[in-house]
């Protein structure tokens, strides 16, 4: 099979990228043959002040996009296409470039883009779905996307325009949902079920197990400091435990700094800020953890941070939101608490850390779920089903218009 990748990287690195990179390479240890087609927004910096202006038109449509697209289906001939994102130099423009050449297009939900500006579901510290009840306009007045009403403005008619000429339904062939939790979500907000497949992030390479005989040493965060992450609940949580209760914060990001000084300033000394940490220290960090803790306050489509600690054989914490709580089973591969709740959290923390030799259990129970679930050989099998369901999908819609026309 030839499969052509579509995505268009933001300015800093992010886990899509990890992600197209681990698909792409995954297909091709499998035999298959990939091109990719990548657009960056680092783009963007080398636009003049009246190229920046026409940014806004861009991100609904990018005509320079529709002819290099189909310039290139005409000279690779793939037999379908796969687009991750498309904002802001892509453009939704790449989908009628695969309707006029004739291939079938599968998307990755990565997000909640197609239904909220913003892409998160979250605003002012709380989960929002405004753009979904009473309309996009929402999102302008709030100027959702990076404090600009100007740029929130563009992305929400981005949606409304392709919603009204029904792009996503007529365009797509199938949507790749990381979760039961989005697929659901994308079904309520009128996406059609029948396209929408649940297929998780996976884990690669598999970092192994941690050994029985390694130390349960402390609790461990890894993410990034930002609020939707909940790490100020999760100090919180921890002025309300023993001091004998050792936490490793591993990451960095907007909050890192009144973070720490929240934690001084409660005389949390038992709290200790990594900073970054590269990925190879971070399954180190895991094996030696008696458990991670997930504390989001925001809807995550997917926990990867979940599956990489389910594959060191960790078990989670987890609060009780989005695909977190689809991830984690109670009691058996970790625990859940009631999301932004300190209370509810140090009760769970002080249970599990009396409870070593019951979270080495879930610890191994959490490693089969990563060898049944995460792993590169059965994501290959989910995607390359995603793909024959497009392509049959796409073949079959082509032949009931040639019938109706024919009528």
């Not at 990228?17 to 087609?37: F, N």
């Not at 291939?103 to 909640?112: F, R, S, W």
């Not at 100007?150 to 996503?168: D, K, N, P, S, Y």
């Not at 990034?224 to 990001?253: F, Y």
């Amino acid at each position: 099979m030839h499969v052509l990748i579509v995505h268009n990287s933001y300015q800093q690195p992010g886990g899509e990228d990890v992600v197209v990179a681990q698909e792409r390479k995954l297909l091709e240890q499998y035999g298959h043959t990939v091109t990719l087609y990548e657009r960056s927004n680092h783009e963007i910096d080398a636009l003049s002040f009246t190229q920046r202006a026409g940014l806004i038109k861009r991100v609904v449509s990018a005509n320079d996009t529709k002819l290099a697209v189909r310039g290139l289906l005409q000279v690779v001939k793939p037999d379908v296409v796969h687009v991750h994102n498309t904002f802001a130099m892509v453009s939704p423009s790449v989908y009628e470039a695969c309707h006029q050449e004739d291939v079938p297009v599968v998307q990755t939900l990565h997000n909640y883009s197609m239904l909220c500006p913003a892409a998160t579901f979250y605003r002012n510290g709380k989960v929002c779905h405004d753009c979904v009840t009473d309309g996009l306009l929402s999102s302008v007045q709030h100027a959702c996307y990076r404090d600009s009403r100007l740029m929130t403005g563009a992305i929400a008619l981005m949606v409304a325009t392709h919603r009204a000429r029904q792009t996503w339904n007529q365009l797509i062939d199938a949507y790749i949902a990381l979760s039961r939790f989005v697929k659901e979500k994308f079904v309520q907000s009128g996406f059609p079920a029948n396209k929408l497949h649940v297929k998780p992030n996976f884990v690669a390479p598999d970092p192994g197990e941690r050994r029985r005989s390694d130390s349960q040493e402390y609790a461990l965060f890894v993410g990034r400091l930002s609020p939707e992450k909940g790490v100020l609940s999760l100090l919180k949580s921890w002025e309300r435990l023993p001091s004998e209760v050792p936490l490793v914060i591993a990451g960095d990001g907007p909050l890192r700094q009144s973070l720490e000084e929240h934690a001084a300033r409660r005389g949390l000394r038992n709290v200790r800020f990594t900073g970054h940490v590269q990925r190879d220290k971070v399954d180190k960090l895991m094996k030696r953890a008696a458990f991670l803790i997930v504390p989001s306050v925001w809807e995550e489509p997917f926990g990867l941070i979940v599956a990489e600690a389910f594959a060191c054989g960790t078990p989670v914490l987890g609060a009780s939101i989005g695909a977190i709580k689809e991830m984690i089973e109670h009691h058996v591969t970790g625990l859940q608490f009631k999301p932004d709740d300190p209370d509810d959290l140090a009760k769970k923390v002080a249970w599990a850390w009396s409870h070593l030799a019951q979270l080495a259990i879930m610890g191994r129970a959490a490693r089969i779920v990563y060898e049944n679930r995460y792993t590169g050989s059965t994501n290959y099998r989910l995607l390359t089903e995603i793909y024959a369901s497009a392509i049959d999908a796409h073949f079959r819609s082509k032949r009931k218009r040639a019938l109706r026309a024919a009528a």
